[in-house]
């Protein structure tokens, strides 16, 4: 059977490719057709925060096992923590934590049916956005403020 349909195998201008079986099927758009906007950036960094966290569990999981070795291993680790790249990572988890929770509240709210106009889409990816990063930076100015972290 043949297409009416162009078909190309390599071009990326959007026209159909043969899939394995021979049938066409449209290419995906490249990300340069794309106009970026607040809502796919709040996609791809849901995404992003979400595979820091799962780092970040891991980090979590060492420091346990630190723990569970005793003071001299818990000694190590609470120092490699407390160093300035220590510190850089947990307040890149900060903020990790704080945006995918912000991200999640707006997907909760998108589930319940609300705000999936175009307007309320963006606004709440703009929230989401801003109240993630300024939970995650009031966290730690707090953290500094309270004398808990100290450089």
């Known amino acids: 059977m043949t297409s009416p349909l162009p078909v190309s195998g390599d071009d990326q201008s959007g026209r159909p490719a043969l899939q394995p ?5 449209p290419l995906s758009p490249h990300l340069q057709v794309w106009r970026w906007h607040v809502t796919m950036a709040a996609s791809i960094l849901h995404r992003i925060s979400g595979s820091a966290l ?3 569990a891991v980090l979590v999981g060492i420091w346990l096992l630190a723990l569970a070795f005793g003071p001299e291993s818990y000694a ?20 990790a934590l ?33 109240l993630g990063l300024l939970a995650g930076v009031a966290f730690w100015v707090w953290l500094f403020v309270s004398g808990s972290v100290s450089l």
């Open 21 to 25: 079986n021979g049938r066409p099927h």
């Open 54 to 56: 799962s780092a970040g």
């Open 76 to 95: 190590t680790f609470t120092g490699l923590s407390a160093s300035p790249p220590g510190l850089l990572v947990w307040f890149g988890l900060t903020l």
């Open 98 to 130: 704080t945006y995918h929770l912000a991200s999640g509240i707006r997907h909760l709210i998108w589930d319940a049916g609300a705000a999936l106009d175009l307007k309320g889409a963006n606004l709440l990816a703009s929230l989401s956005i801003w």
